[in-house]
């Protein structure tokens, strides 16, 4: 392929689509912004759930793994 | 403090300024990558959702707000082509103006390059749209991409002559 061919294709895509960057402007999306602060800032990753209710589990079924946790946190 | 210190120190009014003041501007270059209002919209939110939480990895001294967030967008919208590859392509594409009697032939023509378009892999595509169909300078492209402008240019080749063998498939000769 030759800078003719890449000029070639240049020109069949220009024919065939418009430039969209001059687009109008999006709505307000401030509102969606907020939306999205709000809920990812008590949103816990399900796997921290999980991992949350293994280590209940573990520490009701065996207490004495409390102070081998207590030293790895 | 100037505006861009106290977004890089948190100040969720500082924030909320800079997000008013480059929305557009972050929209429409995500609307460029995407060509689709929706996406571009979810994807604008994204990115500033994304800015917010890396506020103290910017560097307010160097200023260039813009620059990072194009990054930024550009990041969200790979991710969003990657996520959607299988989905129907561009389905939002506005039609070139100027056509003439074949507008069928046109529109035909200009599925079949959307469709060769979807099949390019997104970093290609990405490349091809923003530097061909979009005319962004190839400095902006290599800083949102994150690469050198010869990276960019050997990406643009890479897509066209990808697209190309695309094309051929469908039975058009560029």
Known sequence: MNEREVEAMNKLLKGSLTP???????????????RKLSERTV??????????AGASLMLWFFPGLLPALLYHL | MELLERFAAGDQDAFESLFHQYQTEVFRWVLRIVRNRAVAED??????????RAHARFDARRGNCAGWLRRIATNAALDHLRSAKREVPLPDDVPATGQTENAAEQSEL???ILAALQQIS???????????IEEQPYREIAEALGISEGAVKVRVFRG???????????GIRP
Do not use: N
């Open chain 1, 20 to 34: 969209v960057g001059d687009a109008q402007g999006p709505r307000d999306l401030w509102p969606a912004m907020q």
């Open chain 1, 43 to 52: 949103r816990v990753p399900w796997w921290d759930w999980v991992l949350l």
């Open chain 2, 43 to 52: 994807l604008t939110v994204e990115t500033f959702w994304r800015a917010y």
């Open chain 2, 110 to 112: 200009r599925q079949k």
């Open chain 2, 122 to 132: 997104p970093k290609l595509r990405v490349a091809v749209l923003l530097a061909l």
């Open chain 2, 160 to 170: 066209v002559r990808a697209l190309r063998k695309e094309l051929e498939k469908a």
